[in-house]
């Protein structure tokens, strides 16, 4: 059982295109997460939801609007795509409270050219 | 804010035992956690601390020193398959900031 999963895996497009990333998990969580994974292999955490509410938004352009149609799923939209964005997406979600960990789903690698 | 360090890279010999710092300056600390990542991959759970001291996990642990913000992960008997990026990563006032993560090489 898939627990949190991200669509496409990889995405590679042309500079000044608009995109989306999926992402849906089936653990029940309330919280989720957008983290992009530079060439440096450094995580940096974009944008957090909690049941469907935007709780964390990092210094991201405005350029990436995420979009939480139930707290199941968090999308990311990305708009005018620029070289910079190329990355490694990662979703990821986690319980409202408590030690529990996040729950990262496989990633989406985006190459913008 | 948060600044979290740890080496770039490590590397050790099967079977040997390796031990990644990790030191870090934060506000509102809420825990510290412990992921490994393979090339290609997304990270996955090693080990979380919140309190002072170690905790044991067969061949991973993890130790927390909160008032020298300093944490290290220890492994031990080495396999090939530990190859891989270790990343620390500290919470604190509802956000999970990593470190740049250390590569470990387990040669044979």
């Known amino acids: 059982d898939t627990a949190v999963s991200q669509t496409p895996k990889y995405l590679v497009t042309q500079m000044g295109n608009d995109k989306s990333i999926k992402c849906e998990q089936n653990?029940?969580?309330?919280?989720m997460y957008w983290y992009k994974q530079d060439s440096k292999k450094f995580l940096k955490i974009m944008f957090s939801y909690n049941n469907k509410e935007l709780i964390i938004n990092e210094t991201v352009p405005n350029r990436f609007s995420p979009k939480s149609p139930d707290k199941a799923h968090l999308n990311l939209h990305i708009n005018s795509l620029e070289l910079g964005d190329s990355a490694v997406y990662f979703c990821?979600?986690?319980?409202?409270?408590?030690?529990?960990?996040?729950?990262f789903g496989p990633g989406t690698r985006l190459t913008v050219l | 804010g948060q600044n979290i360090d740890q080496p770039t890279e490590m590397t050790a010999t099967e079977g040997a035992i390796v031990q990644i710092n990790c030191t870090y300056q934060t506000s509102g600390f809420n825990g510290l956690f412990w992921y490994q990542q393979h090339a290609g991959e997304a990270p996955t759970f090693l080990s979380y601390?919140?309190?002072?001291g170690l905790e044991e996990k067969g061949r991973f642990s993890s130790f927390l020193s909160r008032s020298k913000g300093y944490s290290y992960l220890l492994l031990k008997e080495l396999q090939m398959k530990d190859s891989a990026s270790y990343l620390c990563a500290v919470e604190g006032w509802g956000k999970l900031q990593f470190g740049a993560g250390t590569q470990v090489v387990v040669t044979p």
């Open positions: 653990l029940g969580h309330d919280t």
């Open positions: 601390n919140v309190l002072d």
């Open positions: 990821a979600s986690r319980p409202e409270r408590g030690t529990d960990t996040q729950y």
